[in-house]
């Protein structure tokens, strides 16, 4: 069964660096067309894709959030890390990270994990 | 930036068929994906590659695609069915990722 779950802090502050842990289970980094994302939704607000990373390590991420995001693997803990600079309030979301399949252009998402809320305020 | 649009809200009664619908200019040349989200959980894909059913998806749910329109259609709508849809895809470079919106349905 594949499972993946995030993990990180619920409160920053603005202009803090958050970074949030996703740990997967049932799969292997290294499986070939295979990776993992994040995407985040703001309270009551639509899915909003960030980044991902492939097995191939071969990364992507949001034009519009590129500048903040850094996305990485550790492949040994199956684990993704992303890391967010800059925190906002308008970043207040609940962050999911999902299992990514398929190959680059065309990918899809299945399971999600839970998902995590991180609120930012001072 | 690249944008795909859905309706807002979808209404339907029990046992009707449900259609939401997916435009962008991309879309005759990208995959379309859609995802089930019910209030407070995690979203579920439903439909990949515009109209394959994933495992353990029931089979009122199905995909299609015409131009720059694609399709999700919810047949013999049950009360369980109610939930935000979203679809996704990519942009014409393949580069980025895109939701749509989200479409609100209401079984009546």
């Known amino acids: 069964q594949v499972t993946l779950k995030e993990s990180g802090p619920v409160l920053v502050k603005p202009t803090e660096t958050l970074t949030l842990t996703c740990t997967v289970s049932?799969?292997?980094?290294?499986?070939?067309?295979?990776?993992v994302s994040w995407i985040r939704q703001p309270p009551g607000k639509a899915l909003e894709w960030l980044a991902h990373i492939f097995s191939n390590d071969e990364k992507s991420y949001s034009t519009s959030l590129k500048s903040r995001l850094t996305i990485s693997k550790d492949t040994s803990k199956s684990q993704v890390v992303l890391t967010m600079t800059n925190m906002d309030p308008v970043d207040t979301a609940t962050y999911y990270c999902a299992r990514m399949c398929g190959s680059y252009g065309e990918v899809w998402f299945d399971p999600w994990g839970q998902g995590t809320l991180v609120t930012v305020s001072s | 930036s690249y944008e795909l649009t859905q309706p807002p809200s979808v209404s339907v009664s029990p046992g009707q068929t449900a259609r939401i619908t997916c435009s962008a200019d991309a879309l005759p040349k990208q995959y379309a994906y859609w995802y089930q989200q019910k209030p407070g959980q995690a979203p579920v894909l439903v439909i990949y590659k515009d109209s394959e059913r994933p495992s353990g998806i029931p089979e009122r749910f199905s995909g299609s695609s015409s131009g720059t329109t694609v399709t999700l259609t919810i047949s013999g709508v049950q009360a369980e069915d109610e939930a935000d849809y979203y679809c996704q895809s990519a942009d014409s470079s393949g580069t980025s990722v895109v939701f749509g919106g989200g479409t609100k349905l209401t079984v009546l």
């Open positions: 049932g799969f292997s980094l290294s499986n070939a067309r295979m990776g």
